[in-house]
């Protein structure tokens, strides 16, 4: 079965009843769907391609769905959710859905994440919206007591500091840093863990690029393990229009780099696969 027949059988197409989309910090919402089939099969690190349906205030309406990532799934309720902060045209559509309305959705898509070896400890570093799937995989985790996980959240400032009381209720360590000072550590969240990650850390990160490439060479500085969640623009997210194709290090051919999918690839890989700039 080829890689994108292979997508497609665990993938649903939905119009999902939206239980609710609401507020949770400045300029960020979550919504949550009744999608049975879909929080069946999703997994931690997994997306859905949503269709943004409307228009905004100047009756603008989008053309492309947008990924976003899935921050927890419920298969006994039959639900999943999803984070996401209003930045443009898209975004600013979904926040003026109301609850008992549909959403059009495809998922959930992509490679998850890879739970760490049992002498390993999970150390989750998140930033922005990069957040919303590390609880999901701190969810999971959290399940087995084996796993010790511990979470750094970052983020430019106090009012977009989201899901830190959603880590606590799993009763896991978590540690906050703002780049202006307001909440926790005054300063980067990737500096704030590394002064604490043990030596038989695990490192899971996702969020803003430059914050992504900082971990990854603190992972190889300090040889440890790491998965990183990368966020590109999708065209289709299934693999066919090779427009969110990222540089990998792995070179088969000559010195040349070859790339590879974030929607089907990825969104989940080895930091390691990744060619840095």
Not at 38 to 58: E, I, K, N
Not at 90 to 96: I, M, P, S
Not at 202 to 222: E, H, I, N, S, W
Not at 224 to 237: D, F, K, N, T, Y
């Amino acid at each position: 079965m080829s890689g994108v027949a292979a997508l497609q059988a665990g993938m649903v197409q939905d119009r999902a009843p939206v239980l609710f989309n609401r507020e949770i910090a400045a300029d960020h919402f979550q919504m949550r769907l009744k999608a049975p089939a879909a929080a069946r099969r999703a997994r931690p690190g997994q997306f859905v391609h949503v269709l943004c349906d409307g228009t905004d205030s100047c009756g603008r309406s989008p053309l492309l769905r947008r990924p976003l990532s899935l921050s927890d799934a419920d298969p006994r309720r039959g639900t999943i959710d999803f984070i996401y902060k209003v930045v443009g045209l898209g975004t600013e559509v979904l926040a003026h859905i109301r609850a008992g309305e549909k959403v059009d959705f495809l998922g959930p898509l992509g490679h998850p994440f890879t739970p760490p070896a049992r002498n390993h400890v999970a150390c989750l570093v998140g930033g922005g919206v990069g957040i919303p799937p590390l609880y999901f995989l701190a969810k999971s985790l959290a399940s087995h007591p084996a796993v010790e996980v511990r979470v750094f959240l970052g983020a430019r400032t106090k009012k977009w500091v989201i899901c830190a009381d959603d880590f606590r209720k799993l009763n896991l360590p978590v540690y906050v840093a703002t780049d202006d000072g307001s909440l926790g550590y005054s300063g980067s969240v990737v500096d704030l863990a590394a002064k604490q990650l043990p030596a038989n850390a695990a490192l899971y990160v996702c969020g803003p690029t430059p914050m992504m490439t900082v971990a990854a060479r603190l992972a190889d500085k300090r040889g440890i393990p790491a998965q990183v969640s990368l966020e590109e623009r999708m065209g289709c997210a299934m693999g066919v229009c090779m427009g969110c194709v990222v540089e990998v290090t792995t070179k088969p051919i000559g010195s040349h780099a070859r790339f590879q999918r974030v929607c089907t690839e990825g969104p989940v890989f080895e930091a390691e696969e990744i060619l840095w700039r």
